[in-house]
């Protein structure tokens, strides 16, 4: 049903020429809004009220969401302390050829999400002062089993698992918001190792490797977080979270007890921002550490008595970039990513890994706000894997090909194509070729 709204709505959008948000653009994050509690102009109050464009109504196709502005009422809220979020992805994939079977396929998945941001200084005069509820629903694992590769080929595939909150925290700022401690349940895959172009599996690559980067445990658990941004150029970040954490609990059983562990992390961000005649190109270059405290296994010779580690470490590099803008003040343009990770050979299956890719937004002309992208990353076996677990593992590699279509600001659709090379990084899988198509909705 959704599918046939966004359609029919599609050509009425083109006649009125919207040019949506930037934070609305199909394959991206969303852009950081102003932070709570500080003006984003210097008007008055007056002249903001009068300023303030009508509510949008219901499946508006210049409109940001599908519900609208609930005759007022979301933007009301939104002013007194409360935004409101809500998502919904649908993928629908299959194994054309390759991969442990073709038998089955193809397969849907989906997922809810629902956002819930709360400016407290707003809300409770608690200064400076923001918390966030993200709760999550899921269902169906899509096609990953059928390719069975090291990672997954639809990062969204997460399995039946009913409504559970995927963050709970509270995130305090000091010093003229130069210094930020987060607090609470946290997914540090929106702390460490991000990426502008390369960093949802709602909006942009599906696959898992050019999601995040595999060798570092991005963890979903009780944890704390720290932010130091001493100038705007740079931001200094360290954080820990319990390393026992079990998805979709709680975690006080795994993170309050005697035998409690904690993966760390510290990670250094630099932006850049070059200079063009057509405005400024703007990007992201992150070096970090990672500490794991699992016990693990040491890879061993037969004759050599077992013995397991508690000391893995592991360091990490992220970069974006934008490198190319068609015009001033347009967000069309080309934008590069990369990453790279390393893991303790002795201790790890695979070792290291790195990807890379390009994204273009509005390479079709007429079709601004659509996204372009294409990228490729590989995971390498370790020598010590290869030498005495099993010495035809290899690399597995990933070659993904996306178009976003945005149909409207919150409808938008993207075919898909995916290459898996050497599935598994084992002789055994064939290579596999999957295609599919993923829905976003905004509500």
Known sequence: MWIAVCAAVVGSSAAANVVPAADALPGTPPSTPAPPGEPTSSASPQDRQAAQPPPQAFADPAGATATGDWGGWRRDLKSAGVDFQLYYNQQFQAVLKGGRTTDGSPRGSASFDLILILDLEKLSAMPETEALIHAQQNCGLGVNAYVDGLTQVNDDADGHVDLHVGQAWVRKHFLDRRVSLTVGFLDFQTIVDRNAVANSEDKQF??????????????????????????????????????????????????????????????????????????????????????????????????????????????????????????????????????????????????????????????????????????????????????????????????????????????????????????????????????????????
Not at 380 to 394: D, H, L, M, P
Not at 420 to 443: K, M
């Open 206 to 443: 599906l696959h898992q490797m050019l999601d995040n980067n595999p060798l570092i445990p991005l963890n979903i658990g009780l944890g704390a977080a720290l932010s130091l941004k001493p100038i705007p150029q740079y931001t200094f970040i360290a954080g820990a979270g319990d390393a026992e954490s079990i998805l979709y609990k709680p975690g006080f059983s795994t993170a309050l007890h005697d035998d409690s562990a904690f993966f760390a992390y510290m990670e250094h961000e630099i932006t850049l921002t070059l200079p063009s005649a057509r405005g400024s190109l703007p990007g992201s270059w992150r070096v970090g550490l990672v500490y794991d405290p699992r016990d693990k296994n040491v890879l061993l010779d037969e004759d050599e008595k077992p013995r397991t580690r508690t000391d893995d470490y592991g360091y990490y590099v992220s970069a974006d970039q934008r490198v190319f803008r068609e015009q001033a003040g347009s967000e069309q343009g080309l934008s590069i990513f990369g990453r790279y990770g390393y893991r303790d050979s002795r201790l790890n299956r695979t070792n290291t890994f790195w990807s890379a890719g390009v994204s273009y937004r509005g390479l079709v002309p007429g079709r601004d706000n659509d996204v372009a992208a294409f990228g490729f990353a590989a995971q390498t076996s370790s020598a010590q894997y290869r030498r005495f677990i099993n010495e035809t593992a290899g690399t597995e590699a990933v070659y993904e090909l996306y178009y976003a279509i945005e149909l409207t600001p919150w409808c938008v659709l993207t075919p898909d194509v995916q290459y898996v090379h050497n599935p598994g990084a084992i002789d055994g899988v064939g290579h596999a070729v999957t295609a599919g198509v993923r829905l976003r909705l905004s509500f």
